[in-house]
Every structure is written in structure tokens, then in C-alpha cells.
């Protein structure tokens, strides 16, 4: 049950409209629910719309999703604009087939959850509060065990970090482990990680069960141990005044970037992994290091 005593709930019923819309963002393949959520939703008493073709990339079918309890709709805009909850993946920024922004159908006084990055969509978190839509990021939910279930930058992460070393084997034009054979022996290649967060951390263990030899870069050195504990090296870097790169001097950007160098010309493969919340991470690795 949703409670109703504050909030943009208030004055509402115990039910809630909730819209999943297909993502209309360029390369995004995910669909911010599933058949077992919609069901959940329905169990809670609450209505659920999803648009046609929502799960498609996801292969997850319009049949699937009416089974589950959702009604299917043909018509985004309309679809947005009735919900009092809208759940997404990427913000609502895409432009629909009506030539009509999201963000600008959604109706005043609903809500929109999606990862909304807000320093990179500054207009349309703006577009929202002038419509006077709440809206939840959920890349900036507290990573505390009460919201363990709604952390979805870290499974996003993981998934990430993982996806980052597929592609890169794929792409590089050489084996990832030592191979010895008749021939000659195949070093393995050299991996460059930067950042031992979630992601960084899933893209050496990644690299690491496909053979390679990886190297990790970190400007905390807590997160040592970790990486070796993952059967990866460590390069030290110069740290700047608070706990994240954000925080760090020109000059000790430039110190940083120096040392990176030296390890982006040794690797075969570097993975940006390095993230700030709630900002944009600083870049590191420069064109004329790679």
C-alpha cells in the first residue's frame, strides 16, 4: 500500500496509475519493469499501463506483460499523460513519435522515477519542476541496507563493468588469455581499469577469469587490497584534498594524469570506470594518451 497522508500522493487514493513507456533513448535496450514487478503492482492494488513493444529489446513480449496483469497502450502521450506514476530507464527527455518532448506531456502533479543524471539533463529536470512533476533519481538513493532494494546504480554497475570487458575482448584484435601452442606462445593481453568502484571492480574480476593481466588505477588506496584480492596490480595516484576525484587540484589532475600515461601506454585495453555522484567524473584518460 502507498501511503496518502503527504507528498505528491496527497489527496489521492489508495491506487496508483503507473505507466511504463517505451525508452526512446538511443542505444537504450532495458524496460523499467517486468512481468513479475507489473504483477507486484497489481497485487498492490494499483493500475498498470505498459506501451506496446516496451519489452521488445528486452525480449520481453506485449502478451507477457498483459498476462501479468498490465493493460497495453498504443498511444505514448497519452499513456504519459494520465499516469500519476511514470517509470522509466533513461529520463524522460526522448522526443515521441507526436514530435512532443516527454518530459511536456507528463501530467502536473504526477511523478517520474527514472536515473535522471541531473547534471547532464539540467532542461529537463527544469521542463519537470516548471510542470510541477516529482521526480525520484534513483542513481542517488542512499546506498544504506534500508535501500538496498531501490540501489540500482550498483546492479547497473555490476552489469556494466562486466558488459565493458565483453566488448573489449571482442574488439581487440588479439586473445585476452596466454595461449601456448605449436606455434609460439600468446602473451595475455594487459587490462588498465580506472576507478575500483562497482563497475571497476566487476571489470577486473571480468578480465581477470578471461586471462588477462589487469592493473588497477585509484586515487583511494583503500581499494588496494581489493583489487588484489582480484588478481590485479595497483597504481598509487596522488590524492587531492576530499574523498573523490572531484575534489582534487589542477595540479593534482596533472600529477594523475601523468602517472596514467605511463599505465595507458602499457595496456592493451583501458575501462573508464571512475564515477561521482551526482556530477560528472573528471576525464583522466586524454586523446593523446590513448
Not at 503507473?18 to 525508452?23: F, G, R, S, V
Not at 538513493?141 to 540500482?152: E, G, H, K, L, T
Given at each position: 500500500p502507498v501511503a496518502t497522508d503527504g507528498g505528491w500522493l496527497a489527496g489521492k487514493e489508495?491506487?496508483?496509475?503507473?505507466?511504463?513507456?517505451?525508452?526512446?533513448?538511443?542505444?537504450?535496450?532495458?524496460?523499467?519493469?517486468?512481468?513479475?514487478?507489473?504483477?507486484?503492482?497489481?497485487?498492490?492494488?494499483?493500475?498498470?499501463w505498459v506501451e506496446r513493444g516496451a519489452g521488445r529489446a528486452t525480449r520481453i513480449s506485449d502478451e507477457a506483460f498483459a498476462e501479468a496483469g498490465a493493460s497495453l497502450s498504443d498511444d505514448p502521450a497519452a499513456l504519459l499523460a494520465s499516469a500519476d506514476l511514470v517509470v522509466k530507464v533513461a529520463p524522460p527527455s526522448a522526443t515521441l513519435e507526436s514530435g512532443e518532448v516527454e518530459a511536456a506531456v507528463l501530467r502536473e502533479g504526477g511523478a517520474v522515477v527514472a536515473m535522471?543524471?541531473?547534471?547532464?539533463?539540467?532542461?529537463?529536470?527544469?521542463?519537470?519542476?516548471?510542470?510541477?512533476?516529482?521526480?525520484?533519481?534513483?542513481?542517488?538513493?542512499?546506498?544504506?541496507?534500508?535501500?538496498?532494494?531501490?540501489?540500482?546504480?550498483?546492479?547497473?554497475?555490476?552489469?556494466?563493468g562486466y558488459r565493458a570487458v565483453l566488448v573489449a575482448a571482442n574488439e581487440l584484435p588479439r586473445y585476452f588469455p596466454m595461449l601456448m601452442t605449436a606455434a609460439g606462445t600468446v602473451r595475455p593481453a594487459k587490462v588498465?581499469?580506472?576507478?575500483?568502484?562497482?563497475?571497476?571492480?566487476?571489470?577486473?574480476?571480468?578480465?581477470r577469469r578471461l586471462g588477462a593481466v589487469v592493473t588497477v588505477s585509484d586515487i583511494r588506496p583503500e581499494v588496494a587490497e581489493q583489487a588484489a584480492s582480484l588478481g590485479a596490480e595497483f597504481v598509487d595516484m596522488p590524492q587531492g584534498e576530499g574523498d573523490d576525484a572531484s575534489q582534487a587540484t589542477d595540479d593534482v589532475l596533472a600529477q594523475q594524469r601523468e602517472i596514467l600515461a605511463g599505465a595507458v601506454a602499457a595496456a592493451d585495453v583501458v575501462i573508464t570506470a571512475a564515477l561521482v555522484p551526482g556530477q560528472a567524473a573528471p576525464r583522466l584518460v586524454t586523446a593523446p594518451m590513448v
Open positions: 489508495s491506487h496508483v496509475r503507473i505507466a511504463i513507456p517505451k525508452e526512446r533513448l538511443a542505444g537504450e535496450s532495458r524496460v523499467a519493469a517486468t512481468p513479475e514487478t507489473v504483477a507486484g503492482y497489481r497485487r498492490a492494488g494499483h493500475e498498470v535522471m543524471a541531473p547534471h547532464r539533463n539540467l532542461e529537463t529536470v527544469r521542463r519537470l519542476a516548471r510542470g510541477k512533476v516529482t521526480t525520484f533519481a534513483l542513481e542517488l538513493m542512499p546506498r544504506i541496507a534500508r535501500a538496498q532494494s531501490m540501489d540500482v546504480l550498483s546492479s547497473q554497475s555490476n552489469i556494466a588498465l581499469v580506472v576507478g575500483a568502484g562497482v563497475a571497476g571492480l566487476q571489470a577486473v574480476a571480468t578480465a
